[in-house]
């Protein structure tokens, strides 16, 4: 064929495939949707708290690029990884590696000069001798285990393929609470598996022949279990699930059919959330952004896809909204119980507006040995660790599950707003 022949064919099939490719892009369009998000996750305070890692590794790998915020975070993360390195858990350490190390900037030498990859294979290491030593529990849980996995793949750090097979096995209970399947545990797994695969299919990392048939069969196996956590409204887990869950969906698209996942209803019920304003806690807004721009964490280490689409986000700094409280404050009565076998119960009065930590403090006020309980902050905010003496261990999958009207809770004591009347309660469980 002639080439003045050809060209109204190449018109024709360039035609017919460009509309198709621009139905299937699954991201935000109006950047203002991400407005509060940015807010969060910017305002000053926040970028000294434990989740400074995450923040940096989302607004790198959506491509926002502000040097003085870039550099207060890397500051703050220096100082972590010089005072506290021992201090930090596995999958900390593992979201410092990623947020430094993505797209290929200069902070990424960090990551060597501080060795802490040889730091993060020490770490995993402990979590397997944990589950040896533990009834197969780790130090953590398997949502750090699987960013162990990501960050020391992506990085070339030192894991054993047959490991990962022997662990990561979808039946394993470390993916469940109680009967429950956790969505977010699985996603990160499915990205930390799809990683292994790619090294392995690429022959950076040897294994026998077994071990990539085994992961692509895990792959299919969780990838199914994350879509049956599908809700009607398009979430998928919870509000806060449904960011790591598309990520995964968006690496393994070959373990699903097109009919089984719609990523338009997905991504419209997240914006909903976050017009609502759920994602107030700059984790939760870190963790959703890179989804809602079609990122995920395996495009850490690709040089060219830290920006978005329309090139990088050129977004100035939105201001803090402040938010003027009512000014007179009524008050609002709750029963709050603390369950272990017996149920011990008081009525408690707070302010209107109270989280569910202000009604815990102030029924230690009134009984003193029944209600007291201690905590630590964690990236979601306050964490309890004990009540009435009685610790939560990893060891034993022990901890205090929240609970309204006898249903959990998914917002932590810091966050979640109580409501006049309602029954709340802390109880002893096993997950
Ligand atoms: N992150 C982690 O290590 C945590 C992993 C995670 C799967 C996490 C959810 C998901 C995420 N994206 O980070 C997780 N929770 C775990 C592993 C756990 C267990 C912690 C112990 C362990 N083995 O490490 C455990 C005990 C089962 C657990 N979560 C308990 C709770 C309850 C906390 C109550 C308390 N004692 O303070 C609570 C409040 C559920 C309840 N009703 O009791 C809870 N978790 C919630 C709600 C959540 C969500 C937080 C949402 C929010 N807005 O605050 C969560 C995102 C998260 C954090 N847990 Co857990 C899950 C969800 O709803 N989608 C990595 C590290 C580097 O930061």
């Known amino acids: 064929?002639?080439?003045s022949h050809q060209l109204?064919?190449?018109g024709l099939l360039l035609f017919s495939l460009i509309p198709s490719q621009l139905c299937e892009i699954c991201e935000v369009s109006?950047?203002?949707d991400i407005t509060p998000l940015l807010n969060t996750m910017i305002h000053s305070k926040y970028t000294r708290g434990p989740s400074t890692a995450n923040v940096l590794l989302s607004l790198k790998l959506v491509g926002i690029q502000n040097q003085s915020l870039r550099q207060e975070m890397i500051k703050q993360i220096k100082y972590n990884v010089k005072m506290r390195v021992s201090d930090l858990s596995s999958g900390e350490l593992a979201l410092i590696i990623l947020?430094?190390?993505a797209c290929r900037?200069?902070?990424e030498t960090l990551i060597y000069d501080y060795h802490l990859i040889d730091q993060l294979e020490n770490k995993f290491q402990a979590e397997i001798k944990n589950m040896e030593t533990h009834n197969d529990n780790p130090l953590t849980n398997y949502y750090q285990l699987s960013l162990d996995v990501l960050a020391l793949c992506l990085f070339d750090g030192n894991y054993s393929t047959a490991e990962?097979?022997?662990?990561f096995n979808p039946e394993n209970k470390n993916y469940y609470f109680g009967s429950q399947f956790s969505v977010d545990t699985g996603a990160m797994a499915v990205l930390a598996l799809t990683c292994v695969k790619r090294s392995l299919i690429n022959g950076q990392v040897k294994a026998d022949g077994g071990d990539l048939m085994k992961i692509s069969n895990y792959t299919k196996s969780l990838v199914d279990k994350i879509l049956s956590k599908k809700k009607r409204n398009g979430l998928i887990g919870n509000t806060f699930s449904t960011g790591d869950a598309m990520q995964a969906l968006f690496v393994s698209s070959d373990y699903y059919n097109e009919n089984e996942w719609n990523c338009q209803e997905t991504l419209k019920a997240v914006l909903?959330?976050?017009?609502?304003?759920?994602?107030?806690?700059?984790?939760?807004?870190a963790q959703v952004l890179p989804a809602l721009l079609g990122k995920t964490y395996l495009d850490v280490n690709r040089d060219s896809s830290c920006v978005s689409g329309s090139g990088n986000f050129n977004i100035s700094i939105p201001e803090p909204v402040t938010v003027t409280p009512p000014e007179s404050q009524s008050n609002i009565s709750v029963n709050y119980s603390v369950r272990i076998n017996e149920t011990y119960s008081a009525n408690v009065t707070v302010p209107?507006?109270?989280?569910?930590?202000?009604v815990m403090e102030k029924a230690q006020e009134i009984n003193q040995t029944i209600f007291c309980f201690t905590m630590e902050e964690s990236q979601w905010g306050p964490y309890i660790t004990s009540v009435q003496g009685l610790w939560a261990s990893n060891d034993d999958r022990t901890y205090w599950e929240l609970l309204s009207g006898g249903k959990p809770l998914s917002q932590g004591v810091g966050s979640y707003v109580v409501h006049n009347g309602e029954n709340l309660e802390v109880r002893w469980r096993t997950y």
């Open 272 to 285: 909903m959330k976050i017009s609502q304003g759920a994602f107030s806690i700059p984790t939760a807004a």
């Open 1 to 3: 064929m002639r080439q």
């Open 99 to 101: 947020g430094l190390g």
């Open 352 to 358: 209107e507006g109270s989280v569910f930590l202000a």
């Open 8 to 10: 109204p064919l190449v």
């Open 164 to 167: 990962v097979v022997k662990r």
């Open 105 to 107: 900037s200069p902070e």
């Open 30 to 32: 109006e950047k203002n």
